[in-house]
């Protein structure tokens, strides 16, 4: 049951209860009430971290100015309590303004100490225009970290300039409190939720979902190597021009952290914006990030890709993005549930919110440790049993789109090199170096041979091998799904006469070249 709570005493005594319980780790989601997906997700995120969850609800008339829309900011406490109930919160705090005001005589908090944010982060963005915001802002979370004292408290990356100020008012004033950024939710057609969105009409939402589609403009532009402040402010303009009823206040580049204007995107830059639709404001924001280079090593089957990608990885210090493991990880995860191996549909639901998570190994001759939803199966996963049916597993749809998805994220972050027949062409189509690494189909096979020699194989026909290598080029370049095929901005690398240690040795001369 959430308890809903009005005043502080009622608040601080049902806290100190909490604590007695031992209940030690106190989340704070602050939000204006009108709670949509947007707060829900920084609920979520608060529960599944802390034992206890307050929310508190609080239309905070210090952070709007006279001629703001306090009056009509949209209130609907009851519908906001079933939610927190929905949702598990312990408590919900919503205060009335002479609550928050010590003198308890005005509904307007008038006369109530300040704290003022370093000007220098509130000169810029929302703060030019929203004169006194922030600091009204920074007063009432003060407050609340003062009156709660949570150990986290939760704040959505959509107010970025909210975030930084309280991030540094936390630092500055030494409340010892953690601050949890959470990601931007959106609508599908990429409007990111606001309580304000209530005030939109049909034909303003629509148009209003450019506001994000002219970040992506400039995202992509980014991506492509554009790090020109003026030239990416001037994109995303240049987008918004197409949707009439939005009307530009704003559209600055500045450091996420200290907010401060910024000639060009050396690290990291915050794109912000904020526009009219009609007499709604509405802000959104991306965080533009340059990542650390993406290796990708494609090739035919039998190239030596693997052995040398790990080298690779550990010569450069990048992560081996072991594709091979998350696919042998996903099929010991079917094999060890009561699923069919072709139940296809049921597969997709199995791992439709698996994590995998992949760590490179101490040892450059080790297996890259592997764990799938925590558990580790480094050693488990690489079972003959896995290895005769991993290639059944990898051909399905729904795993496969599953896990070029978790590629992708990671490559985000950059930081990898990885290996396979369409990394260059599918996965990371920006992947910084791109090596198409090939070899004859009869040196392949006479590798392949001598490998099999070496394991005391010596029934094994040459002529015979050189056909299947053939077999399988043709098979794999004409797959439905990810076909081996150069990219064409990859280099290609023939191996023939070349020692593993010689191939090693180029790669990495080529990412010195290019990075
Ligand atoms: N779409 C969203 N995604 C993630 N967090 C959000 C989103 N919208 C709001 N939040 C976060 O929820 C918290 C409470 O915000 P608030 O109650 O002002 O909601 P809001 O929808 O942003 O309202 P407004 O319309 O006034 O901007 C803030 O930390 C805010 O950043
Ligand atoms: C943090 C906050 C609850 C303070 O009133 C408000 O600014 C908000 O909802 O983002
Ligand atoms: N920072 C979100 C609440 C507001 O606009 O006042």
């Known amino acids: 049951m959430v308890l809903l709570l009005k005043t502080i005493p009622e608040l601080r005594s049902q806290i100190s209860f909490y604590r007695a319980k031992e209940l030690r780790n106190i989340g704070l989601v602050p939000t204006m009430g009108a709670l949509h997906q947007g707060h829900q997700s920084l609920i979520k995120k608060a529960i599944a971290d802390c034992d206890l969850v307050v929310v508190s609800i609080f239309v905070n008339p210090l952070q709007f100015s006279p001629t703001e829309d306090l009056a009509d900011y949209p209130r609907q406490l009851e519908q906001d309590l079933q939610l927190c109930e929905k949702l598990g919160v312990a408590i919900a705090f919503a205060p009335d303004p002479q609550t928050m005001n010590s003198d308890g005589d005005t509904q307007t908090l008038t006369e109530i100490t300040r704290v003022i944010p370093p000007q220098t982060m509130t000169e810029v963005l929302c703060g030019r225009y ?67 969105n209530q005030y939109l009409t049909e034909e303003e939402t629509e148009q209003a979902a450019n506001i994000y589609r002219s ?240 394991q005391g194989r010596d029934d094994i026909d040459l002529q015979q091998l050189a056909q299947d290598i053939q077999r399988r080029d043709e098979l794999d370049s004409n797959r439905a799904i990810a076909p081996l095929k150069k990219a064409d901005d990859a280099i290609e690398l023939i191996t023939d006469d070349l020692t593993i240690d010689e191939v090693i040795a180029k790669i990495i001369e080529l990412y010195q070249q290019t990075i």
């Open 130 to 196: 929203r004169e006194g915001h922030f600091t009204g802002v920074a007063t009432i979370v003060t407050k609340l970290l003062n009156i709660i004292e949570p150990d986290r408290a939760y704040f959505g990356q959509k107010d970025a300039q909210q975030l930084a100020i309280i991030r540094r008012l936390v630092d500055d004033l030494n409340i010892p409190v953690e601050i949890v950024p959470c990601p931007i939710i959106r609508e599908s057609s990429g409007l990111a939720l606001s309580s304000r």
């Open 215 to 454: 970040l992506q403009q400039a995202k992509t532009a980014f991506g492509r190597g554009e790090i020109n402040s003026q030239t990416l402010i001037n994109l995303v303009k240049q987008e918004l021009k197409l949707a009439e009823k939005v009307k530009i206040q704003y559209v600055e580049l500045v450091d996420p952290i200290n907010l401060q204007a910024l000639g060009q995107i050396e690290k990291s830059g915050l794109l912000a914006i904020a526009a009219y639709l009609g007499s709604t404001r509405l802000i959104d924001n991306i965080v533009l990030q340059k990542r650390q280079p993406i290796v990708a090593i494609d090739g035919p089957a039998g190239a030596g890709k693997s052995t040398v990608t790990r080298r690779v990885a550990h010569e450069l210090g990048l992560l081996y993005l072991d594709t091979g493991a998350m696919y042998r990880a996903v099929t010991w995860l079917v094999m060890n549930s009561d699923l069919a191996l072709d139940d296809e549909g049921a597969i997709a639901l199995l791992i439709k919110d698996v994590e995998i998570q992949l760590t490179s190994p101490n040892a450059v001759d080790l297996p890259t440790v592997v764990h799938i939803d925590d558990k580790e199966v480094t050693t488990a996963i690489r079972t003959p049993e896995v290895t005769a049916n991993v290639s059944a597993i990898a051909a399905q749809a729904a795993v496969r789109g599953k896990l070029v998805q978790m590629q992708q994220q990671w490559g985000e972050k950059g930081g990898i090199i990885a290996e396979g027949r369409d990394i260059g062409t599918n996965v990371f189509p920006n992947a910084e170096l791109k090596v198409f690494m090939t070899a004859s189909v009869e040196e392949r096979a006479r590798r392949r041979w001598q490998d099999l020699q070496n």
